[in-house]
């Protein structure tokens, strides 16, 4: 084992089959991974059930996925890079950049990949707390030095599902060196989008959230001309299959039916936070699942009953995180936490 490095293990969400038999329950409603309720287009699907190269590889190159999120997103294709979901990203990020003591800086609560990879990875953690508001603080500048070599900022962030304020997050990528690297994985959520770019900025997306590719394994970043031929030389060769790409190009062909699942899930999750504000204390959310406070021990009744959420726990916080799902999912997960309150 390398001797620097500390190995901890990611926590993913329960699965729906692994309670139905742990618990012997009929009915099983999983709200605990920010996956997209409604599945997939049904143009990616024809896709998948029509591929037949499964026994070559891929071309690396994936020009035809890139010169769709071009599309999509407005980056120039050149400066897109493709990888086995933002965690492969995240990934070959911090194989690029750091060495051992370097300072990575972590705003907390969020998303635990990021510790993990940090760990692995030999950098030290410089852990920022978030304040009442979950915001990245105004203080953040104080944590910078000539050690800073990567600066996480989710956007919206995972568990606490709020944005940052642009005007701090455009300050704080033009007073260091520091790559930021910017986490949209909900961004089709959000009403607010941050749009910014700099020779210091990574910004990353995700095919999992708003498409429903989850299980395809598909991310992709913007970076900076500079960085893009040592992320290619760090990248494993092939990140993301063929079938991959083009079930995730099927999807960005029907960007309708992503739009009106975001739509649908944007209702839900203000019905769901009326709910919630009559039972616990739910904090407003700009992605598809919502963060609340409620007692201990809450999530692990709610799975005796059948509905998986997420105890925020393991991402450094006291409180619940629960995804939005469709309307008779939610309804289930209302009707259970009434009996438990
Ligand atoms: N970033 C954040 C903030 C997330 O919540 C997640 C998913 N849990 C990811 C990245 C990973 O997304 P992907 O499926 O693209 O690897």
């Known amino acids: 084992m390398r001797k620097c490095a500390k190995f901890e293990e990611y926590i993913p969400g329960k699965s729906v089959e692994e309670i139905r038999e742990r618990l012997g329950l009929e009915k099983v409603v999983k709200l605990a991974s920010n996956e997209n309720p409604y599945g997939t287009s049904p143009k990616a699907i024809e896709v998948l059930k029509s591929f037949e190269d499964l026994h070559r590889y891929p071309n690396p190159e994936y020009r035809a996925l890139r010169e769709k999120l071009s599309e999509y997103t407005g980056w120039e294709t050149e400066r897109i890079v493709v990888g086995a979901g933002i965690d492969g990203?995240?990934?070959?990020?911090?194989?690029?950049?750091?060495?051992?003591?370097?300072?990575?800086?972590?705003?907390?609560?969020?998303?635990?990949?990021?510790?993990?990879?940090?760990r692995?990875?030999?950098?030290?953690?410089?852990?920022?707390?978030?304040?009442?508001?979950?915001?990245?603080p105004e203080n953040i500048f104080e944590f910078l030095n000539e050690k800073t070599k990567l600066i996480i900022v989710p956007f919206p962030n995972n568990p606490t599902g709020n944005v940052e304020k642009k005007r701090l997050i455009e300050e704080l990528v033009n007073s260091t060196r520091a790559?930021?690297?910017?986490?949209?994985?909900?961004?089709e959520f959000s009403d607010e989008k941050l749009e910014i770019d700099s020779d210091n900025l990574i910004v990353a997306r995700t095919m999992s959230k708003a498409f429903g590719l989850?299980?395809?394994?598909?991310?992709?970043?913007?970076?900076?001309?500079?960085?893009?031929?040592?992320?290619?030389?760090?990248?494993?060769?092939?990140?993301?299959?063929?079938l991959a790409e083009r079930c995730s190009i099927a999807a960005l062909e029907d960007l309708e039916w992503m739009k009106s699942c975001v739509e649908k899930i944007k209702k839900e999750r203000e019905?769901?936070?009326n709910e919630l504000k009559k039972l616990v204390n739910p904090f407003p959310s700009q992605a598809n699942f919502i963060?609340?406070?409620?007692?201990?021990?809450l999530a692990e009744d709610l799975l005796m009953r059948g509905v998986i959420i997420r105890d925020c726990q393991s991402f450094g916080v006291e409180g619940?995180?629960?995804?939005?799902?469709?309307?008779?999912?939610?309804?289930?997960?209302?009707?259970?936490?009434?009996?438990?309150?």
């Open 89 to 118: 990203i995240l990934e070959t990020v911090f194989k690029i950049l750091i060495d051992e003591g370097d300072e990575v800086l972590i705003p907390i609560p969020t998303f635990q990949y990021y510790r993990i990879l940090a």
């Open 120 to 136: 692995l990875h030999c950098a030290r953690e410089i852990l920022v707390s978030r304040g009442e508001d979950f915001k990245i």
């Open 179 to 187: 790559i930021v690297f910017i986490d949209e994985a909900y961004i």
């Open 214 to 242: 989850a299980n395809l394994r598909v991310g992709y970043a913007r970076l900076p001309r500079w960085l893009l031929k040592f992320y290619r030389s760090a990248s494993t060769p092939f990140p993301v299959s063929t």
């Open 271 to 273: 019905r769901l936070f």
């Open 291 to 297: 963060f609340f406070k409620a007692r201990k021990g």
């Open 320 to 341: 619940y995180r629960v995804t939005v799902g469709k309307p008779d999912e939610n309804d289930f997960f209302l009707e259970k936490l009434r009996e438990l309150t």
